[in-house]
C-alpha cells in the first residue's frame, strides 16, 4: 500500500478546489489564461512530475487545472463532445467550454465558447507515430476547427512537443511552419499554442 508522504499531501491540497467557489462564474476561460496552464504543465514536466503520453494526459489535466482556476463551472467544460454549429455534425473536440443546448433533432451538443484542440509528441515514441499524430493535425485538428458556422470566443491548437519533433522538416519545409501555413489555409483565426522542449528548456509561443 502506497503511503503519501508531507510534500505530496501538499501537492493534493494545493490541486484541490471546491465546487461551490462563486468565482467560477465569474473569471472566463481566455487564451492568455489557458497559456498559463500550459507553463505550469511544462514547469511540472520539466521537474520530472507530469510526463503525458497520449493526448487524454493532456486534456485530462487540462480540465483539472481549469476547474482548480475556477475558468469555468464544471457545468460547462465538456470532453470529446460534439458542438452546435459545426459543418459536420459527427466531429468531436476534445475540450469545449459552453451550454449545453439541443440541436435540431432533438441531440444535446454544446454551443462553444471555446474550443481546444490538443497533440502530444511524447519521448519515447518512433518517427512513424509522430507523423501520423502531425499529419493528424493538419488534417483532422485544423479542419475541424475551421469548420465552424459559429465562431466561439476562441478556437487553439494545443501541440505539446516533449522531443522538439516540430523542428524537423516535413516535405522539406519546417513543420512549424507546416503547421501555422495549414492553419492560414483552412482554420484562419484559429490560435496555435506551441509548447516545446529544446535542449532540455521549454517555450510557450502562441501563433
Same mark, same amino acid.
Given at each position: 500500500?502506497?503511503?503519501?508522504?508531507?510534500?505530496?499531501?501538499?501537492?493534493?491540497?494545493?490541486?484541490?478546489?471546491?465546487?461551490?467557489?462563486?468565482?467560477?462564474?465569474?473569471?472566463?476561460?481566455?487564451?492568455?489564461?489557458?497559456?498559463?496552464?500550459?507553463?505550469?504543465?511544462?514547469?511540472?514536466?520539466?521537474?520530472?512530475?507530469?510526463?503525458?503520453?497520449?493526448?487524454?494526459?493532456?486534456?485530462?489535466?487540462?480540465?483539472?487545472?481549469?476547474?482548480?482556476?475556477?475558468?469555468?463551472?464544471?457545468?460547462?467544460?465538456?470532453?470529446?463532445?460534439?458542438?452546435?454549429?459545426?459543418?459536420?455534425?459527427? %466531429?468531436?473536440?476534445?475540450?469545449?467550454?459552453?451550454?449545453?443546448?439541443?440541436?435540431?433533432?432533438?441531440?444535446?451538443?454544446?454551443?462553444?465558447?471555446?474550443?481546444?484542440?490538443?497533440?502530444?509528441?511524447?519521448?519515447?515514441?518512433?518517427?512513424?507515430?509522430?507523423?501520423?499524430?502531425?499529419?493528424?493535425?493538419?488534417?483532422?485538428?485544423?479542419?475541424?476547427?475551421?469548420?465552424?458556422?459559429?465562431?466561439?470566443?476562441?478556437?487553439?491548437? @494545443?501541440?505539446?512537443?516533449?522531443?522538439? %519533433?516540430?523542428?524537423?522538416?516535413?516535405?522539406?519545409?519546417?513543420?512549424?511552419?507546416?503547421?501555422?501555413?495549414?492553419?492560414?489555409?483552412?482554420?484562419?483565426?484559429?490560435?496555435?499554442? @506551441?509548447?516545446?522542449?529544446?535542449?532540455?528548456?521549454?517555450?510557450?509561443?502562441?501563433?
Amino acid at each position: 500500500m502506497a503511503v503519501l508522504r508531507p510534500a505530496d499531501l501538499q501537492r493534493f491540497e494545493a490541486c484541490k478546489f471546491d465546487v461551490r467557489d462563486e468565482r467560477r462564474v465569474n473569471v472566463p476561460v481566455t487564451i492568455e489564461s489557458v497559456k498559463a496552464l500550459v507553463k505550469e504543465m511544462c514547469q511540472l514536466n520539466e521537474h520530472g512530475e507530469y510526463a503525458p503520453i497520449l493526448e487524454a494526459d493532456l486534456v485530462g489535466f487540462l480540465y483539472h487545472l481549469i476547474l482548480r482556476d475556477s475558468l469555468c463551472s464544471p457545468g460547462k467544460i465538456h470532453l470529446d463532445t460534439r458542438i452546435i454549429g459545426s459543418e459536420n455534425d459527427n %466531429y468531436k473536440f476534445d475540450i469545449v467550454v459552453g451550454e449545453v443546448r439541443r440541436r435540431d433533432d432533438g441531440r444535446p451538443a454544446i454551443s462553444p465558447e471555446a474550443i481546444i484542440e490538443v497533440k502530444v509528441f511524447p519521448e519515447g515514441f518512433t518517427d512513424q507515430q509522430h507523423r501520423r499524430r502531425f499529419e493528424h493535425i493538419l488534417d483532422n485538428d485544423l479542419r475541424k476547427l475551421g469548420s465552424l458556422r459559429m465562431r466561439p470566443l476562441f478556437r487553439v491548437e @494545443f501541440v505539446f512537443d516533449q522531443v522538439d %519533433y516540430l523542428a524537423g522538416t516535413y516535405a522539406s519545409t519546417n513543420r512549424e511552419q507546416v503547421v501555422v501555413g495549414r492553419r492560414n489555409e483552412i482554420a484562419a483565426g484559429v490560435t496555435i499554442l @506551441f509548447a516545446r522542449r529544446t535542449a532540455g528548456s521549454w517555450q510557450v509561443l502562441s501563433k
